[in-house]
């Protein structure tokens, strides 16, 4: 007899600047009561971590608030943590996703003037930074920290000259 796999969703927080691993069973979804289990990774918490973005099983981790952050990437299957160097900081907005060879990719976006970013592509695989020169008739409010990966797209909620909102996608290929 095979078994049937439990779907399970699996995910990162930060709770207390410590970061978490959250995992529920989707099977019970439709159910009032799902089981969640939540888990802190203590070999990443000698850092006070104040956010974390993941995508594909990478995770990235933001030491807390500082006037420079640090940014440590974390493979959880490999078990290898990788430092960025960069000069980041508290307003930057960030997303992670990967191209169509697979490489993973971190999006770095901040304002350089008011109304007018500056974007910065991180790979993964070459340890290199791009400026990329892009012109946008949108921004992203100054409340949201960062982008939603789906697929290696990154999506933020945005704010266009009209002042509706909506998801924008950013192929970063």
Same mark, same amino acid.
């Given at each position: #007899? ?7 969703? &699996?995910?990162?927080?930060? #709770?207390?600047?410590?970061? =978490? ?9 439709? /159910?009032?009561? !799902?089981? !969640?289990?939540?888990?802190?990774? *203590? ?5 006070? &971590? @104040? +956010?974390?973005?993941? =995508?594909?099983?990478?995770?990235? =981790?933001?030491?807390? %608030?500082? *006037?420079?952050?640090? !940014? ?9 943590? $990788?430092?960025? *160097? $960069? ?12 191209? @169509? /060879?697979?490489?993973?990719? #971190?999006?770095?976006?901040? %304002? ?6 500056? %974007? *910065?592509? %991180? ?12 012109? =946008?008739?949108? @921004? ?7 982008? #939603?990966?789906?697929?290696? /797209? ?10 509706? +909102?909506?998801?924008?996608? $950013?192929? $970063? +290929?």
């Amino acid at each position: #007899m095979l078994a049937v796999a439990r779907k399970q969703f &699996i995910g990162f927080i930060t #709770m207390d600047y410590k970061l =978490c691993s959250v995992r529920f069973d989707l099977q019970g979804i439709r /159910n009032v009561l !799902v089981d !969640v289990s939540v888990k802190e990774i *203590e070999r990443l918490n000698h850092n006070e &971590i @104040s +956010r974390v973005f993941h =995508c594909d099983g990478l995770v990235l =981790c933001f030491t807390k %608030y500082h *006037e420079n952050e640090k !940014v440590l990437l974390w493979n959880p299957y490999l078990g290898q943590t $990788r430092l960025i *160097e $960069r000069n980041f900081k508290t307003t930057d907005k960030y997303a992670l996703g990967y191209d @169509s /060879n697979g490489s993973h990719k #971190m999006l770095k976006f901040f %304002y350089c003037q008011p109304a007018v970013f500056e %974007y *910065e592509i %991180y790979d993964f695989s070459s340890h290199s930074w791009k400026v990329l020169s892009i012109t =946008c008739d949108w @921004s992203i409010p100054h409340h949201q920290l960062g982008g #939603m990966s789906l697929k290696g /797209n990154a999506y933020f909620v945005v704010k266009d000259g009209r002042a509706s +909102r909506g998801a924008q996608s $950013r192929d $970063r +290929r």
